[in-house]
Each structure stands twice: as structure tokens, then as C-alpha cells.
């Protein structure tokens, strides 16, 4: 993704990156992209999911240009509708007005969308690109790069 940002030119954006596989829960995935987004500061146990939302939402809000959020493997977290939903509504979110944004998600899970809340649904996957399964030979080239 660096390489991708660097070759294009004049072109002002940030990203963030959040691993889903690691996290079972939308409040556990939304406290690391607060700390990803605040490195000054330790989210822990104990924060509200509201004020996690809230500083998600002002650590976009300084990052400079159009912002992509990225989330690797989001079908593997229960309950993400409350992050999305913050991600997906910024042009009428207040926290992020005027704020261009954008959100990747990975999920391996086709029907992942279905369990989401319909406001939710509404302004998520207007595009999605599905991938063909790996090849056995395509499998050991990742596996001989790792």
C-alpha cells in the first residue's frame, strides 16, 4: 500500500491499517485503530465504546487529506456495525464533516454484509471485488515469501 500511495502524485491522502483476525469484537477492533491513531496515548479496558468511537473520529480528523481505512478480515469480528457506521457516515458526522473518507475491508465470508444493521448496509459495499481462490502453486509462492 506505501508503494501504491507513493507512485501516485498529487494525490493527498492517509491510511490506517487494522487486522480483524486479531480482535473478536467491533469495541476490541475500534480501541486499536484508536491507538493506531493516538500512538501517544494507551487505550485499555475500562474506555466506553462511545469515547473509542470519539477518538477514532478526531484521530481521522488529524490525519492529513482523504483518509482510507483498512480492515483485514472484518467478517471475523461480532458486533463492528457501530465502527462502520461511524466510518461510513462521516460527510454527516459532525466529529468528521467535510473530512473525504474511505474504508477497504477484506472478509472471506460472502454473505458478511447480510448480518449487518441496514443503516449500516446502506452506505457500505457499493463496490466489491471478489477474488479467485488460490491456485495449490499460488499458495506456495505466499508461503515461500513468508
Known sequence: ??????????VNFSYVIVNGSQHNTGYQLTRDLANKLHPDTDFRQGHSYSALLNAV??????????????????????????LLYLLTRSSSNDALAGKQMGV????TD?????ELSPHVKSTIGKRTVKFDAYTSNQLREVLNHR
Open 1 to 10: 500500500l506505501d508503494y501504491e500511495i507513493e507512485s501516485i502524485e498529487g
Open 104 to 107: 477497504v475491508a477484506t472478509t
Open 110 to 114: 460472502a454473505s458478511f454484509k447480510n
Open 57 to 82: 473520529a478526531e484521530g481521522i480528523k488529524d490525519l492529513d487529506g482523504a483518509v482510507v481505512v483498512a480492515i483485514d478480515e472484518l467478517s471475523d469480528i461480532d458486533d463492528v456495525d457501530k
